[in-house]
């Protein structure tokens, strides 16, 4: 199943060690996957944004000289374009709820730890192509919707009352 599911899916992998970007590759590829680009770090990866649309970056955290999570920032910044938009997959060694949280305000969709299972992985590359979440923009971010379940909220206002911020779907369309 997973291989024709991933056969035309383009990914991008950033990580700044060579041995997982070739686990994660041979895991894309045994899923099926057929267009696979790497790069060792955010400044590479965001150079390589110039010439491959990837349709999911799975990404590290720890890297130099621009880390994954400076990446996410600078990806989700640009909302002009249209990699502003592209499912963003954290992979990292680092689980605590801060470290989540920060990850999420970043702009990141989903969260895998290491060492990581196929099964694991798959399963969030599943949730961003089958259950994306819509996008919003406030002053302070422009990303994936943060709340894992929608709210019930007045036309105009967000759950505390206040002015509810832009959202968007996965194609850059207002909703």
Not at 4 to 28: G, K, Q, S, W
Not at 146 to 169: H, Y
Request: one cysteine or more; a positive charge; glycine letters at 6%.
């Amino acid at each position: 199943m997973a291989e024709e599911y991933l056969r035309n899916i383009r990914f991008l992998i950033v990580d700044d060690t060579a041995f997982v970007r070739h686990t994660v590759r041979m895991v894309l590829k045994k899923m099926g996957s057929e267009h696979i680009e790497e790069a060792e770090d955010g400044g590479q990866a965001l150079r390589i944004l110039d010439s491959f649309m990837p349709d999911i970056i799975i990404l590290n955290w720890e890297m130099e000289p621009v880390n994954g999570i400076e990446f996410a920032r600078k990806v989700r910044g640009r909302a002009d374009t249209p990699y502003s938009f592209i499912p963003i997959i954290m992979l990292t060694g680092h689980a605590d709820p801060a470290r989540v949280a920060t990850a999420r305000d970043a702009g990141v969709n989903e969260f895998v730890v290491k060492p990581f299972s196929a099964k694991g992985l798959f399963s969030r590359i599943q949730a961003v192509i089958e259950r994306p979440r819509s996008f919003i923009k406030v002053e302070s971010y422009f990303g994936p919707c943060r709340r894992r379940k929608m709210v019930p909220m007045v036309e105009g206002q967000d759950r505390r009352g206040k002015q509810a911020a832009e959202t968007f779907d996965d194609s850059g369309a207002r909703v």
